[in-house]
T-cell receptor, first 115, second 111 residues
Framework: KAGVTQTPRYLIKTRGQQVTLSCSPI?????VSWYQQTPGQGLQFLFE???????NKGNFPGRFSGRQFSNSRSEMNVSTLELGDSALYLC??????????????FGEGSRLTVL | GENVEQHPSTLSVQEGDSAVIKCTYS??????FPWYKQELGKGPQLIID?????GEKKDQRIAVTLNKTAKHFSLHITETQPEDSAVYFC??????????FGPGTRLSVLP
């Protein structure tokens, strides 16, 4: 069974640009959550999508957005990039909504560098 | 909202020794406490979890203990091996809400 796939794995952008990251969950999983990981800050929750609907959103500015498609694949977009957006963006899938206590399966992440 | 603290931030042990990582949480409604291991260049992977109706859980060399009264839980790794070197994250979860992760502990097992 294929794991969670994130693309691209690495990318470099400049301030003011926008970026779109993609996540394909494990087959059969309907929930996709996104996390930002920075040194010393751990994993900060961005948002969760379940059956194409955003269920929860973390404390991030509106520049961070996402969506989920009917095949459960998800994308997140960051507009008007800032230097502080440099981070590893992790996607996690679960069978049920992550608000239940199901296991999260993480992808390997997309490492974004903003210059 | 829930807040999770984790200590220490870095930990070095000799191969074969034990390692202990401690986390505290703030929301007494939290009822699920997983531990994730993140190896270099990889995403976090669940290694063990515990629910609030259980005080201790073991899986081979790893164990987790939970003290609901004190609102803290700990990861214990015995007979550490070089492949245990990684970053470990604890998390706490209230049913119906999202996971809240600790800031992580970088464990180094020295040969």
């Amino acid at each position: 069974k294929a794991g969670v796939t994130q693309t691209p794995r690495y990318l470099i952008k400049t301030r003011g640009q926008q970026v779109t990251l993609s996540c394909s969950p494990i087959s059969g999983h309907r929930s996709v959550s996104w996390y930002q990981q920075t040194p010393g800050q751990g994993l900060q929750f961005l948002f969760e999508y379940f059956s194409e609907t955003q269920r929860n959103k973390g404390n991030f500015p509106g520049r961070f957005s996402g969506r989920q498609f009917s095949n459960s694949r998800s994308e997140m977009n960051v507009s008007t990039l800032e230097l502080g957006d440099s981070a590893l963006y992790l996607c996690a899938s679960s069978f049920g909504a992550s608000t239940s206590t199901g296991e999260l399966f993480f992808g390997e992440g997309s490492r974004l560098t903003v210059l | 909202g829930e807040n999770v603290e984790q200590h220490p931030s870095t930990l070095s042990v000799q191969e074969g020794d034990s390692a202990v990582i401690k986390c505290t949480y703030s929301d007494s409604a939290s009822n699920y406490f997983p531990w994730y291991k993140q190896e270099l260049g990889k995403g976090p992977q669940l290694i063990i979890d515990i629910r609030s109706n259980v005080g201790e859980k073991k899986d081979q060399r790893i164990a987790v203990t939970l003290n609901k009264t004190a609102k803290h839980f700990s990861l214990h790794i015995t007979e550490t091996q070089p492949e245990d070197s990684a970053v470990y994250f604890c998390a706490a979860k209230v049913w119906g809400q999202n996971f809240v992760f600790g800031p992580g502990t970088r464990l180094s097992v020295l040969p």
